[in-house]
């Protein structure tokens, strides 16, 4: 229906992608073309425009390219008018319809958008309600498609406007719960909580006709759990700074740790990677998991939405999900599961600290206002059946603080924290700290000797922005945890892991940081590593000395060429010059200034935005505008398809004018870089235009562009002559300091 479809709208950067052409050419259609589509939002330097207009426009002028189906969905959902999130709400919702009842959809989706929407909520009220059943244990009955709309708030769960649910003052025993009594005052009453999902009115729904169409034709193409993931992934992609994600990898590794449950909470659900990760994919479950109960909360309504309906597309287990303050207003104050899993928000200081000070969840102790994850340990503990198991992502100081000693001195006598280990850099946001897992486990008797594990796998942290060796990490703390946890004891693996009495950490600080711990590295895996680390360099320097330069002839005069300038290069056509934004896809890695002086790989990220990227090709020659050093680099296969950030400015060279090595040596030349310099009181901006370079004919160029990249291989090799030294410095006093390395020669 054209009138709903105008309601969709679309950025400048959204017509280039759907034209597949630049953003320069939609500015140039905008100018050149008078009957262009006007703006109907945004602001004056990034207006926004009708979807339909605009592609009635391009077909018109033969200028719309095959667009994807994917593309013309995403941009449909970017520009409804409720804003993306109730858009992908709606949109998972009939995926979900079209997973469980494809031909009902079929007989709903017939006709206009009108009769869609009168007979969509019907339709998901069959497929709803079997499958989410809300924290109060009863159905929410489906709206009437006549019921008039509540207004819409921020607080409001995501699902367009429908009509509050009644919230319950106490929930029913769950009949798989363990009865456990409480050590201290009541439970706190679960008073703001509110289901995750709710059934749509007719009137929420009829502005998403059009993008639930191209949805259906999205899921007919790639199905409808990979619909939901890519758009979810996209949104993700596009909004960085809003979400804090569990990587999959680490996600897997702490439902493993878990074991199979058939009930599984985690009370800070996020986008529900953890119970996606223990909830299994496809129509046979381990017998563990038959009938599988998956429960999930968040203070955010539109992640708590979000996250049913990804379970509900990923599993058929019974799935409850709940929007609210979990610590404030528990949505399962009566659950006891097998398992609960939690990447609970750090560093938090309102977090309930004065509301709840007699809140019978803190067996262990009272939680200081700056200990909130003692707070969300004290929570999972809460919610487990006796001898269940809870994995918590833990900021490393919480195993440390002296504020926090009296609870984890609790929690290690009581018998029901098992184990800390100690990740590797860049497991997780935030990727520049070295988190922990917690596991523990709800203690059925208290244990007569108990002991921790304690383990560390920092060795396996990756290089760069690469991550750590996932594979690594999960054999190294899988096999230490079940030899562990089978027999309730471990012998010591250097470097590694090993099990500690409890009574040997009860002492003033209770510092459960692995590191302080563990024993050394075995003296061979020591003395193995750095004889590698030597091996590599003996071979580097090596290299490095066949690759020094020839001694240059100082007997050669200076030559007087006629120059010209990177200016008027670009305007004669024989390069083009392109500067570094701040914006463009977030999948896309970014070429940093840092990256270009280091001759590193791409580092960087940037936050989606309007702005379109310019991507590295082989040939181009990058160059950081900042700092005042005279840099220059020629990008290569592995380079190349990087994002180009801030304060670099791109030249590509036309091959059969300009040979790129000829032109990134000469751009190095200290004199050249002090012509085109200005400065400020603290900063030197290079003004790359104005970089000079002989008039050469090519053949010359090429002589030229041969001895400069001879001279990059030279320095490329005394980098990593470098890094390797330091390497075997660091070995050998770690070496010599822990025993591993005997003094002499």
Sequence with gaps: MRVQDNATEVTAAGIARLAGVGRAAVSNWRRRHADFPKPVGGTETSPSFALAEVEGWLREHSKL????????????????????????????????????RP??????????????????????????????????????????????????????????????????????????????????????PPAAHTPALSIPTASAVLPSAPLLRGTA???????????FEFLLGRHLDANPRQYTLTPADLAGLMADLAGPARTVLDPACGTGALL?????????????????????????????????????????????????????????????????????????????????????????????????????????????RDGGTAVLLMPPAAASRRSGRRIRADLLRRGALRAVVALPVGAAPPYNIPLHLWVLRRPEKAPAQPEVLLADVGQFAGEGR??????????????????????????????????????????DDVDLAPAR?????????????????????????????????????????????????????????????????????????????????????????????????????????????????????????????????????????????????????????TANNRQASSYASTATRLDVRRLQLPRLPLDAQHRYGARFRALDEFERALRLAGRLGEQLVRGMYDGLTDGTVAPGR
């Design 517 to 669: 711990h563990l024993p050394p590295p075995a003296p061979a895996d020591g003395a193995g590593r750095l004889t590698d680390v030597r091996e590599r360099l003996d071979r580097t320097l090596r290299l490095t000395a066949d690759l020094t330069p020839e001694a240059a002839d100082t007997t050669h005069p200076a030559p007087r060429w006629p120059l010209t300038t990177v200016g008027e290069l670009a305007r004669g056509g024989a390069l083009v010059l392109r500067t570094g934004g701040n914006g463009g896809h977030a999948r896309v890695p970014v070429l940093t200034d840092h990256d270009v002086l280091a001759g590193t790989g791409p580092s960087g990220t940037l936050p989606e935005s309007e702005e379109e990227a310019v991507l590295t090709e082989p040939g181009d020659v990058v160059v950081p505008v900042l700092g005042g050093g005279s840099v220059a680099r020629v990008i290569d296969d592995a380079t190349a398809g990087a994002a180009l950030g801030r304060s670099l400015v791109l030249l590509r060279p036309d091959p059969t004018a300009l040979d790129p090595w000829f032109l990134a040596g000469f751009l190095r030349g």
């Design 466 to 507: 690469g991550g750590p060796d996932w594979r690594a990490v999960r054999d190294a703390v899988l096999d230490a945890w079940r030899g562990f946890d089978r027999v309730g004891r471990l012998d010591d693996r250097p470097g590694l892991a090993r099990s500690l009495p409890v009574i040997e950490l009860l002492d």
């Design 65 to 100: 390219a095959e667009v994807p189906l994917r593309e013309r969905v995403w941009q449909q959902l970017v520009g409804h008018p409720e804003g993306p999130v109730a858009a992908l709400t709606h949109a998972g919702c009939v995926l979900l319809l079209i997973h469980d």
């Design 276 to 384: 996606r990760a223990a909830a299994p994919d496809g129509p046979a479950p381990r017998p563990e998991q038959a009938d599988q109960r998956l429960y999930a909360q968040d203070g955010a309504p539109d992640l708590a939405a979000l996250t049913g309906l990804r379970l509900a597309l990923h599993t058929r287990a019974g799935v409850r999900a709940a929007a609210g303050d979990t610590l404030r207003a528990d949505a399962f104050p009566e659950l006891r599961a097998d398992a609960v899993l939690c990447h609970p928000p750090f560093n938090e200081r309102n977090w309930g600290h004065d509301e709840l000070a007699y809140d019978a969840r803190w067996e262990y102790g009272f939680p200081a206002r700056t200990e909130s994850e003692l707070a969300w340990v004290q929570h999972a503990l809460a919610r487990l």
């Design 217 to 227: 034709e999205l899921a007919a193409e790639l199905g409808a759990r990979q619909t």
């Design 103 to 188: 031909t009902l959809w079929l007989e709903v989706s017939a006709g206009s958008d009108e009769r869609l929407a009168a007979m969509l909520p019907e339709a998901l009220d069959q497929v709803l309600t079997p499958r989410f059943v809300h924290p109060d244990g009863r159905v929410k009955a489906p709206e009437s498609v006549n019921t008039p709309p509540t207004v819409h708030t921020p607080t409001a769960a995501p699902l367009t406007p429908t009509t509050a649910p009644r919230t319950p003052t106490t929930a029913p025993p769950n009949p798989t719960a363990t009865p456990h009594t409480p050590t201290t005052g009541p439970l706190t």
